[in-house]
């Protein structure tokens, strides 16, 4: 009986590919949240920055300076979150049992033109 060498397969190489699978899939799925994340940061960035000109040119409503406010904490939210998901790779568990933060509410921004056109299709 001749054995091929070349075709085995040790614990220690299952083991490998599995943890190669989960760090893959964590990645993609830490991939993902960022992605998503720096996206509403910069619609929610869009519209604050908006109010804000319209109050600097002294043209906002006071229910564009209320918009504005309450923008104001979705924004910071969205940057803790960001921030915490920077963290993510550091923790103990990582790339096996990732703890990932609690995702903030997406804000409705009745002027955000994406969600117009969405609306219009």
Same mark, same amino acid.
């Given at each position: ?13 299952? @083991?490998?590919? /599995?943890?190669?699978?989960? &760090?893959?899939?964590? +990645? ?8 998503? !994340? %720096? ?27 209320? @918009?504005?406010? /309450?923008?104001?904490?979705? &924004?910071?939210?969205? +940057? ?8 993510? !790779? %550091? ?31």
């Amino acid at each position: 009986m001749n054995i091929d060498w070349s075709q085995l397969i040790t614990r220690a190489m299952k @083991e490998a590919v /599995v943890q190669a699978a989960q &760090l893959a899939q964590a +990645k993609a799925e830490l991939a993902t949240k960022n992605l998503k !994340t %720096v996206a509403q940061i910069a619609r929610i960035q869009d519209r604050f920055d908006t109010l804000g000109y319209g109050i600097d040119a002294g043209e906002a409503t006071a229910e564009d300076e209320a @918009e504005q406010a /309450v923008l104001l904490l979705s &924004l910071k939210a969205w +940057k803790t979150y960001k921030f915490a998901l920077g963290k993510v !790779t %550091v923790q103990p568990t990582w790339y096996e049992a990732p703890v990932w933060p609690v995702e903030p509410a997406i804000p409705v921004i009745v002027a955000d033109p994406d969600a117009r056109a969405a609306d219009q299709m």
